[in-house]
């Protein structure tokens, strides 16, 4: 992929994110391609920095986030593409000298708001009052509000500055290989079409676990908890890529018109619903990698009597002709065995069982998404013998066997997507209001009926209720099959 000449200017430049995960990304990019003599990170924020100790900082913070490849020399080439712009966000004049690096070349120009959506108003209103706004493009990151109305708001302050082909909003899971690949299964092979449909797929269960808590994000997480942060976005975005029917093409609106299509076509919940296909959890004092993990209601930051959930288990469906009947799995937890995510896609069984009974979850495609990027397919073969004996076995289908290019990290797949304007793996507006509008009654009903979280151990896969869940439909969780 050839780079054109870029400005990247990076509002919340010294915040977490910017030293885990879009510097490092950034990085990697720079290996790959190098960038043009003109290209710059500007990494703007409050802190009293000099382009010098900015990039001091980098080498004392962000070289240790670095996992792969790294090489001193090239380091210190890349940092001379990064720059450092002290800002007050809520000034308007200090937006001048911004506006005279950035009109200083032709470059691409792509402002990434890595900060809270709090100041995305003064952000875009100092942009837009010097004219950065034109021929630019903008980068959101979540979470975009707490509910709907909230989300629109948001979506109207960035929308008043920034037309929506010019807005980016991303979920890094887009950018991961694992969710590319899918897409090529489904669309680029004619076999897997026949049977990607409700007369052959049994289930289908999205899994996102992590096995850290809330770290130091207390006060954040108390008043934003799993359904917000982790269903809204990343666990529907990825049912999006299961279920949509092929695009007309893959451009970006005909990409997210078949995502939206399917977000439209879920099952809005009943109260009723809410309460017997919805499980909310909370982590309790246990064990995660051989270490003690305090309860959620220890961890500093969250108020004694918290009913934010660490947990959501959810059962989905979607109303139309391809996935009518079939059970979408959702689920999400913190302080779980392992950090994972995966897609597991489960086949009926055959029809007619001519060699034997066979096992739940014999056919089955698991699409693991991390720590590691795999696809698996699982089936049944005979076993070595003189009687027909069967046994599973498992397909691996890694392209890392076939291609020799390296994986790219969401980030830094989406990051260079922003760079060359391409919106496919962004989330348009309407789709992300229509994730929140089938959410929103899910909350309320929590807050209406006073549903209090059930407790699961730490170091558990979740309470015993989301188990009574998906076996009430005769089905186990992939880890137990």
């Not at 780079?3 to 990697?28: C, E, H, N, V």
């Not at 875009?124 to 509910?147: I, S």
């Not at 076995?393 to 060359?420: K, N, W």
């Amino acid at each position: 992929m050839n780079t054109p000449a870029f400005s990247l200017i990076m509002f919340g430049g010294t915040g977490d994110l910017a030293m885990r995960k879009l510097l490092p990304a950034l990085y990697q990019s720079y290996l790959d391609d190098g960038f043009k003599p003109t290209s710059f990170v500007m990494c703007a924020a409050r802190s009293d920095y000099s382009h010098e100790t900015y990039r001091a900082w980098m080498n004392d913070s962000v070289k240790q986030h670095v996992k792969e490849r790294f090489d001193e020399a090239k380091w210190q080439a890349f940092l001379l593409h990064i720059e450092y712009f002290r800002l007050d966000a809520t000034n308007v004049e200090s937006y001048l000298p911004l506006k005279q690096r950035v009109e200083s070349n032709d470059n691409e120009r792509v402002f990434y708001l890595a900060t809270s959506p709090s100041i995305f108003e003064p952000i875009c209103t100092g942009l837009a009052a010097h004219g950065l706004n034109v021929n630019a493009r903008v980068v959101v990151e979540k979470p975009l509000g707490h509910d709907l109305k909230s989300c629109q708001e948001i979506n109207d302050v960035i929308g008043r500055v920034f037309e929506e082909k010019q807005i980016y909003r991303i979920d890094h899971y887009l950018g991961k290989e694992s969710v590319q690949n899918l897409m090529a299964l489904r669309f680029g092979n004619s076999f897997f079409e026949p049977i990607w449909r409700r007369e052959r797929i049994a289930n289908v269960q999205i899994t996102i676990s992590e096995e850290l808590g809330i770290e130091k994000r207390g006060d954040f997480y108390d008043e934003t908890g799993a359904l917000r942060d982790m269903v809204q976005n990343h666990l529907l975005q990825l049912l999006c890529i299961v279920a949509m029917d092929p695009p007309a093409s893959m451009d970006a609106d005909a990409v997210r018109d078949a995502k939206l299509a399917v977000l439209r076509s879920l099952k809005p919940m009943t109260q009723d619903e809410v309460l017997s296909n919805v499980v909310r959890g909370q982590y309790k004092a246990g064990t995660v990698g051989g270490k003690d993990a305090p309860a959620f209601l220890d961890e500093a930051g969250i108020a004694p009597n918290s009913a934010t959930e660490t947990y959501v288990a959810i059962k989905a469906e979607i109303n139309n002709w391809r996935f009518a009947g079939v059970p979408f799995y959702l689920r999400t937890g913190k302080r779980m065995p392992k950090r994972m995510a995966e897609i597991v896609v489960e086949f009926k069984p055959v029809a007619y069982e001519l060699l034997g009974k066979t096992p739940q979850g014999s056919n089955r495609l698991v699409i693991e998404l991390q720590p590691e990027e795999s696809m698996r397919m699982y089936c049944m073969a005979k076993r070595p013998g003189n009687t027909m004996r069967l046994g599973p076995v498992h397909l691996d289908m890694d392209s890392d066997d076939f291609f020799t290019e390296r994986r790219m990290d969401g980030y830094e797949r989406l990051l260079l997507d922003a760079i060359h304007g391409n919106l496919a793996l962004f989330v348009r507006r309407d789709e992300q209001e229509q994730a929140w509008r089938w959410v929103e009654p899910i909350m309320n009903t929590w807050q209406d009926q006073s549903v209090a979280p059930k407790l699961y151990t730490a170091g558990t896969w979740g309470p015993a209720a989301a188990n009574a869940l998906i076996a009430r439909d005769g089905f186990n969780w992939h880890e137990e099959l």
